[in-house]
């Protein structure tokens, strides 16, 4: 008697898990059920700086962590995907943030500001839609870091809006 009990218990438990993994990736990533594709397009850049290719560099971004870390696959088509994630790349400021007795600067700060939209397209609902901004700092005496602190800011935004879109907290 004791091990049938045991073994329903056993069984229970496995199915919670089990059940539980459909709305859950290891890498802590929640997302709903009923979606299975997502469309990326091109990050849209309405900027004017000197740093080139941030809309592809943060397209990659978010299509690596929106299809290598959750089960969504990439569909090409946005008609047909379960979810669409549009980012407008809106801001972007290079400003000094140290300046030294010469009143030059030392230290430069790159500002990155996108607006996101993440829909579900199965039940017509926006599920993230906000803006997010980020920045990285550099030194001003090496030209090629600017692009490298932009980069990095584009990073952590792909981070940002990859947590605000797969949290349920």
């Known amino acids: 008697m ?24 290891f890498t802590g990533a929640t997302i709903p059920e009923h979606l299975s594709t997502i469309a990326v397009p091109l990050a849209e850049d ?6 080139a290719g941030m809309d592809d560099e943060l397209t990659r971004l978010m299509v690596d962590r929106f ?3 959750t089960r969504l696959n990439l569909e090409t ?8 994630l549009q980012v407008i790349i809106s801001r972007y400021v290079n400003q000094p943030t140290s300046v030294s007795g010469q009143e030059q600067a030392t ?11 993440y829909q579900d397209q199965v039940n017509d609902v926006e599920l993230v839609g906000r803006t ?11 030209p090629a870091q600017e692009e490298t602190a932009a980069f990095a800011a584009l990073e952590k935004i792909a981070d940002d809006v990859f947590t605000a879109a797969t949290s349920n907290w």
């Open 107 to 117: 230290r430069n700060r790159v500002t990155i500001t996108a607006q996101v939209t």
């Open 46 to 51: 309405n900027t004017v700086s000197t740093v």
């Open 77 to 84: 088509n946005e008609a047909n995907a379960d979810a669409l």
């Open 2 to 25: 004791v091990s049938r009990i045991r073994a329903a218990l056993f069984v229970f438990v496995v199915s919670v898990a089990i059940a539980g993994c459909a709305y859950y990736s």
């Open 67 to 69: 299809v290598r870390q």
């Open 132 to 142: 997010f901004s980020a920045f990285e700092e550099y030194d001003p005496f090496d």
